[in-house]
């Protein structure tokens, strides 16, 4: 009777000790849970340059981040940086932010993106205004990533722009293009507009810069050999597009753009991306991430799925030529 005491003293007080253990278990989660709800989180926002489209992107990823509750000052502190067009800042900027441990960076622009992906493989990176994440090497493939990088693409609609510039430039016969020969995003666009113009018998005259400093003399070889100039979402020249617009306007060359913001400039017309709306994707993302519902490696890169043609009216005006009447319906005052 004694001996079949104490083994149910014994049992009973394994079962509190089970439930003990259960219930400090319970307790662990319930705080893991409440640090992750009271957590602020650190996120570095970098871009190569400071021109419209990125300065859109960036403006869209901060708002896309609020639609997933995420709000600078209350549970995000968000560290943006800028690299002025310095390759070697962007590295810095990069050390920077895995020195810091952010939880999540936000690459703008492809050399950025290439610049945060080369210092890290752990920390989450979500990139915008970049062209071809796979031809970049920042992902295995569009449908699924598999590396630490996803977000949103710019690839702008190259053969539409080109059929809308014939639209408008009917007597057209030389296309000139004019790039950064270091940006791989726009080697990417100039590859595809090439193509395109050989099939559509349209003669293109090349010239390359490899910075600002080279835009007006780029720009000046092509007067007297083309017709029309196309200029991909290119950083260097985005950036610099009234140093373009003086030469060409003077030499009555309209320029075709690659994305809609460098209208503003002057550039006469655009089938448009638009970089505040992929921004905004690109940014609820990232809340996603934050959030814990998805990792970048299961995250298929994000498209704009519509595009839009504009004609900027004053350039038009500038340069000389009458938008045809079926095209009108798609000029505007450009602000």
Avoid: W
């Avoid at 090439?194 to 910075?211: D, I, Q």
């Avoid at 079926?326 to 000029?331: G, I």
């Amino acid at each position: 009777m004694k001996l079949k005491k104490m083994k149910m003293v014994a049992c009973g007080l394994a079962m509190v000790l089970s439930l003990g253990l259960l219930a400090g278990c319970g307790g662990a989660k319930q705080t893991d849970k409440k640090e992750t709800k009271d957590k602020v989180f650190n996120v570095g926002i970098a871009q190569i340059v400071e021109h419209k489209a990125l300065d859109d992107s960036r403006r869209g990823f901060i708002d896309g981040l609020k639609k997933k509750g995420f709000v600078e000052g209350k549970n995000v502190k968000l560290d943006m940086q800028n690299a002025q067009g310095d390759q070697s800042n962007l590295q810095t900027i990069a050390n920077r932010f895995v020195s810091n441990k952010v939880d999540l960076i936000c690459a703008i622009a492809t050399p950025t993106a290439q610049a945060m992906a080369n210092a890290t493989k752990t920390i989450p990176i979500v990139g915008n205004a970049i062209t071809s994440f796979e031809t970049a090497k920042l992902v295995e493939s569009d449908k699924k990533p598999n590396t630490n990088v996803t977000g949103a693409n710019d690839m702008t609609p190259i053969k539409a722009q080109i059929d809308l510039a014939m639209k408008l430039l009917p007597q057209a016969k030389t296309m000139g293009i004019i790039y950064t020969s270091s940006e791989v995003n726009s080697q990417v666009q100039v590859g595809i507009a090439k193509a395109y113009a050989k099939e559509k018998n349209l003669k293109v005259e090349e010239v390359t810069v490899s910075n600002v400093n080279d835009i007006q003399q780029a720009a000046s070889s092509l007067i007297g050999k083309v017709d029309m100039i196309y200029v991909p979402t290119d950083n260097v020249l985005a950036s610099s597009m009234p140093t373009l617009i003086k030469v060409t306007n003077e030499a009555k060359i309209p320029v075709i753009a690659g994305e809609s913001s460098m209208l503003k400039s002057g550039a006469f017309c655009s089938v448009g991306i638009e970089f505040y709306e992929l921004g905004v994707v690109s940014g609820e993302m990232a809340g996603d991430i934050l959030l814990g519902k998805s990792k970048p490696q299961d995250m298929p890169i994000a498209s704009q799925k519509e595009y839009k043609d504009i004609i900027n009216k004053e350039a038009a005006t500038t340069l000389g030529i009458t938008i045809p009447t079926a095209l009108q319906k798609f000029a505007q005052d450009i602000k």
